[in-house]
């Protein structure tokens, strides 16, 4: 009975056999569960990644005015786009409630894409793609990646910003190659 | 001793003790919860409208505003509440004895009580809309983390009540052997309690500060860290507490005894070990950490905690197999399953908490906490859908159970309407089954969670969903609703006993 | 002392629930694996 203390000796009571052959079973796969995400990072092509710095957001709002400025190709609803090169260094700013530039990429090149926000603590999940990253202000975040399939994608604000959050919705480009 | 005696009464059902000032402190943490549950809940209504694109109830506003209130009133007040009164059964009643210091319990509560008030009235003046995470830079007025932090305080100090009543029993020796395994669980979740409370201390006092403008912000990912050392470990007080709550539920419904006391209090020991690292999975696609510190934080030191629960998804309803078992219903597999008591609500609660914890909860929580495939959920609607089912369909529908029994034990009434309490876990916990899934099936498709809306009409894209979100969201909401009415009903039979429920002389 | 030194006592059916949950979630972990190499390439 659970609710009642119990006597002594009950450490030496034998466990049965089904309950033994679970706990091994249970045991095996938490143990292989954990064993998946350090050996992912060495074969597998999805991995969040280790590389940040830490940067000011008027820094950073710097380094990505500049990037804007080397690549700006056009611009649509205000926002600029940019055409950087493959293999470059890409910028996306979150700030209450856009996301900027409008990135132009292309299929099966790879680029270094920092995020960055210059306020609050945002979120990017690329649609419908659904990659989802968090953006913290005083970090510059990179992650290397690769668009695998063309089209034009959506970058959705995950992380509530204030009120005007749902608005926060960008623009992401991938020709095919 | 005449004055201590007249302090006790003892239950003619259980044949238990019960201390008086402890009852009285369960009856008023209980009713408290239940007030706070029924708030929460009508909020809920609102908000499962407002998701639900076709009907849009609330305006952005007050949609980010009520779901600010419904975390507070939810994760925070109705849990921690009836988690007090948890406490208190399980060393006064449990162990026959008297509570310790019952001044101090009393302070736990007042604390409590005001610190909630303060934050439900801040939010709903429009001062906090800062999302029960309140992520810095964002800034809620600094009454509100002082109302947080009140209400820490005060759950610390009902931790203290808990160890200083266990330890009383033990020097006045009100029981042989080792303390029930119910109350073991309940010290394993007060033990995390208190480390978690510390984390919530570390980040709130600071940011109290900083609203108040005596010290600089700190730095957002930090925060993040150390709030959620607070934010999800409270979640891991749930676990514990709900786990020990299924074993109570499992004597109380249908006599089970654990099967093996060593397997289930040492799986209790390694939620205490390893359970409270594993709340760095929020961080997983944050900068600030290393791969290998996610993989072993979120991988809960090898998942040994998720091998606690696995052991305990065993040995639960193995325990109540056996008991059924042993009362004659030994045919085949499932006799036992088929005979057991489906009309008696506590154990329909049980085995609906059990299955849905497990199934949706559980499951979900370790595929999305494990490093690489958190990038494909991390803040899409399926992460509610994930806690959800665990903290609902689990923590709630359980605590809802036992309350079928604290309702005659503690208030010593006998439950009123007792064919709605019959229905009740069936409405609430089968209906919340469809909402969590329901909104995991949104979040594989890129739906973002608190976003009043998803499709950018205020921004300068739209997004269009595949259809199937469209459906999911709509099946999402009717069965909200539902959920809703089961809560209300739950609400009244507890309201209803206390106010018409036929008395139980003893 | 055995809990159920008689058969008919013995907890089988949860064996098999515990396994049909253990299938599930084997199911779900690997599904959700599959997702995961869906998306782009990210390091």
């Given amino acids: ?177 | 001793m005449t004055t201590a005696a007249a302090l006790f009464r003892t239950c003619p059902a259980t044949g238990l003790k019960v201390h008086l000032p402890a009852q009285g402190l369960i009856k008023i943490n209980a009713v408290t919860a239940i007030v706070f549950l029924l708030v929460g809940g009508i909020v809920a209504l609102t908000l499962a409208l407002t998701r639900w694109q076709a009907v849009h109830l609330l305006n952005d506003e007050w949609f980010y505003r009520m779901l600010t209130l419904h975390g507070i009133a939810m994760l925070v007040a109705w849990i921690v509440f009836f988690e007090m009164a948890v406490l208190y059964f399980a060393s006064a009643i449990l162990l026959n004895t008297r509570l310790a210091v019952p001044w101090l319990a009393w302070t736990q509560y007042v604390l409590m009580f005001v610190g909630a008030a303060m934050v439900a009235v801040e939010i709903l003046l429009g001062r906090a809309d800062v999302m029960f995470t309140s992520y810095v830079p964002l800034q809620a007025d600094h009454w509100y983390y002082l109302g947080i932090i009140l209400f820490a305080v005060g759950a610390i100090l009902g931790c203290v009540v808990f160890f200083a009543t266990v330890n009383a029993a033990r020097v006045e020796k009100t029981y042989e052997g080792s303390i029930p395994l119910v109350t073991f669980g309940a010290a394993i979740a007060a033990l995390i309690a208190i480390v978690t409370l510390a984390h919530g201390a570390a980040a709130f006092i600071p940011t109290w500060l900083w609203a108040l403008g005596l010290v600089p912000m700190m730095d957002a990912e930090i925060y993040r860290l150390l709030f959620w050392g607070f934010g999800h470990s409270t979640q891991q007080i749930n676990v514990c507490a709900m786990v020990s709550i299924w074993y109570l539920l499992g004597t109380l419904t249908v006599g089970a005894t654990p099967l093996n006391e060593k397997v289930s209090r040492s799986a209790f020991v390694l939620y205490g070990l390893f359970i409270m690292i594993a709340s760095e999975h929020h961080l997983l696609v944050d900068p600030g950490l290393s791969a290998a510190h996610k993989s072993w934080n979120t991988g809960y030191f090898m998942h040994l905690a998720v091998l606690a629960s696995m052991i305990h998804a065993y040995s639960v309803p193995a325990a109540t197999e056996v008991a059924l078992r042993k009362q004659g219903y030994t045919k085949g597999l499932f006799e036992w399953l088929k005979k057991a008591p489906w009309g008696n609500p506590a154990w329909s609660s049980l085995f609906i908490s059990l299955v849905g914890f497990g199934f949706i909860g559980g499951i979900t929580g370790v595929v999305y906490g494990t490093e690489q495939i958190n990038i494909i959920v991390h803040n899409t609607l399926a992460i509610p859908g994930h806690f959800h089912a665990t903290v609902v369909v689990g923590t709630t529908v359980a605590f809802m159970g036992v309350t079928y029994y604290v309702l005659p034990l503690i208030f010593q009434r006998e439950v009123a309407f007792p064919t709605v309490a019959r229905l009740q876990p069936y409405v609430f916990g089968l209906s919340m089954y469809v909402v969590c899934i329901g909104m995991i099936i949104a979040g594989r498709f890129g739906v973002p969670r608190r976003s009043w809306d998803m499709n950018g009409v205020d921004g300068p894209f739209q997004v269009s969903f595949d259809p199937i979100v469209d459906m999911a969201l709509a099946v999402t909401g009717i069965a909200a609703v539902v959920a809703v009415v089961g809560g209300a009903m739950f609400c009244a039979v507890a309201v209803g006993t206390l106010l018409v429920g036929k008395k139980i002389e003893g | 002392m055995s809990e159920f030194d008689r058969e008919e006592h013995k907890p089988k059916g949860s064996f098999v629930l515990i396994m049909i949950f253990f299938g599930t979630f084997a199911l779900l972990y690997f599904l959700n694996w599959k997702y995961l190499t869906d998306i782009w390439k990210i390091g």
């Avoid at chain 1, 709002?61 to 600029?80: N, P, S």
Wanted: aromatic fraction near 12%; glycine fraction near 10%; charge should be negative.
């Fill in chain 1, 1 to 177: 009975m659970s609710i009642y203390a119990v006597k002594p000796g009950w450490w030496n009571t034998p466990v049965h056999r089904e309950e033994k052959i679970w706990i091994g079973v249970a045991l095996v796969w938490c143990i292989a569960i954990t064993l998946i995400m350090p050996v992912w990072h060495v074969v597998g092509d999805q991995n969040s990644s280790q590389e940040y710095y830490r940067i000011s957001g008027d820094n950073y709002a710097a380094l990505t005015d500049a990037f804007i400025e080397q690549y700006k190709v056009g611009e649509v609803q205000g926002i600029a786009v940019v055409a950087p090169p493959p293999g470059s260094d890409i910028f996306l700013r979150g700030a209450q409630w856009q996301w900027d530039p409008i990135l132009k990429l292309t299929q099966g090149a790879t680029y270094r894409l920092h995020l960055g926000s210059v306020d609050m603590v945002h979120a990017i999940s690329i649609f419908p793609i659904n990659i989802n990253f968090e953006v913290v202000p005083g970090y510059d975040y990179v992650l290397t990646i690769t668009p695998t399939s063309a089209g034009e994608f959506r970058v959705i604000c995950n992380e509530f910003c204030g009120i005007g959050h749902h608005g926060m919705i960008g623009k992401l480009i991938v020709d095919p190659a």
